[in-house]
């Protein structure tokens, strides 16, 4: 009996990263992604009516999955920045920021709805003082703290104490982190923002961007501290560690996350084009992390593509598996010219079945 089997992009594509001079499809500037599942999930800033997500299971091919967050479900009516989504405390709960303030919402899918939880999140520590970035960190104790930035100094970072609901700051815990001090983070505008933290071993690591995001020298840099509670923050004397790579500019505003094979990953926005600024987009690199510090690999960034397209094998059932029968994941075939290696990413066609090489 004959079968029709679609090819989904997502379900059989290795991870590989696209050609240099490629752009990426997605439009999300501050992206976050989170692992859940066995599936990616990407947020970002983007949209003026709230946040959007993206779903993929391999860091290259991804779907538009709709508004994750509508402003419809907050109090809030513009600039929705920067959020982060965590699975905790039997749901999944979004950190963002919006109108220059900081809030929490919650979902029971990382899709969404999420629906937004109180009022501002830092109201308790500075009332109704503008705030945005927040990242919140998860320490091997059990406890959390968010870090934030606050305008006291150009933009600056600032760290809190969370209660065991993993939204309220606790009181007494705020504590100021860093401020523009190296001589790259101040070509453009005075700024520290975008904050993640990832922890090796005893020692923290506080990964932020300096410059305006507009500069094309908007980067990453990295700041370190033994005591994540009370202790002081000092800058890597090698900053930037990620700026102007590749064909890219204006990198920056970035998220660390592991991907399913256990390699930390960064995800970080570049300007749509080295001319213009405009639609930030998603890029993925690969970052290696040691007792004393962080740095880019030599790996090719991925430049991620919206997953669009399905293969139908009706038209090629039957044939034997030859050259002429191998297929790219778009459907078309490959030139049977092509080395071992670049065959791997291909799909083999024999009898109307597929077979991954």
């Known amino acids: 009996m004959r079968r029709k089997v679609l090819i989904f992009l997502s379900f059989v594509l290795p991870l590989i990263a696209r050609a240099e001079g490629e752009v990426s499809e997605i439009p999300l500037a501050?992206?976050?992604?989170?692992?859940?599942?066995?599936?990616y999930y990407a947020y970002g800033t983007h949209d003026a009516n709230g946040i959007r997500c993206y779903s993929s299971d391999d860091l290259v091919y991804w779907k538009d999955e709709g508004l994750a967050l509508n402003k419809a479900n907050t109090t809030e009516k513009q600039?929705?920045?920067a959020p982060e989504v965590y699975h905790k405390n039997g749901h999944y709960i979004m950190y963002f920021s919006a109108n220059e303030h900081l809030f929490a919402a919650i979902a029971d899918s990382p899709k969404g709805p999420f629906k937004q939880v109180g009022s501002y999140q830092m109201e308790k520590l500075i009332g109704s003082e503008k705030c945005i970035d927040s990242h919140v960190f998860f320490d091997d104790d059990g406890k959390a703290y968010v870090f934030f930035v606050r305008f006291t100094d150009g933009n600056c970072i600032w760290k809190a104490e969370l209660e065991d609901d993993y939204i309220t700051p606790k009181e007494g815990t705020m504590r100021?982190?860093?401020?523009?001090?190296?001589?790259?983070?101040?070509?453009?505008g005075r700024v520290n923002e975008g904050p993640n933290v990832i922890k090796n071993g005893k020692r923290y690591f506080l990964t932020y961007s300096g410059n305006d995001f507009r500069s094309k020298d908007y980067g990453v840099g990295f700041a370190a501290s033994s005591n994540i509670a009370v202790g002081t923050w000092g800058k890597y004397a090698g900053?930037?560690?990620?700026?102007?790579?590749?064909?890219?500019?204006?990198?920056?505003?970035?998220?660390?996350?592991?991907?399913?094979?256990?390699?930390?990953?960064?995800?970080?926005?570049?300007?749509?084009?080295?001319?213009n600024v405009g639609n930030?987009?998603?890029?993925?690199?690969?970052?290696?992390?040691?007792s004393t510090r962080i740095s880019m690999t030599k790996d090719p960034i991925i430049r991620?593509?919206?997953?669009?397209?399905?293969?139908g094998l009706e038209k090629i059932?039957?044939?034997?598996?030859?050259?002429?029968?191998?297929?790219?994941?778009?459907?078309?075939?490959?030139?049977?010219?092509?080395?071992d290696s670049q065959l791997k990413n291909g799909i083999y066609i024999k009898n109307g079945r597929k077979e991954l090489k």
């Open 280 to 290: 930030r987009l998603m890029y993925i690199g690969t970052v290696k992390l040691t």
């Open 30 to 39: 501050d992206p976050y992604i989170l692992l859940e599942d066995g599936k």
């Open 79 to 81: 600039w929705f920045w």
């Open 239 to 275: 900053n930037p560690i990620l700026c102007r790579i590749e064909d890219l500019v204006g990198t920056g505003h970035h998220s660390l996350f592991y991907d399913k094979n256990g390699v930390l990953r960064i995800v970080f926005h570049a300007h749509e084009s080295k001319e």
């Open 176 to 188: 100021f982190c860093i401020a523009v001090s190296q001589e790259w983070e101040n070509k453009l």
């Open 317 to 339: 059932e039957g044939s034997p598996l030859t050259d002429e029968n191998i297929y790219d994941l778009s459907g078309r075939k490959m030139n049977s010219q092509l080395s």
């Open 304 to 311: 991620p593509k919206i997953f669009t397209q399905e293969v």
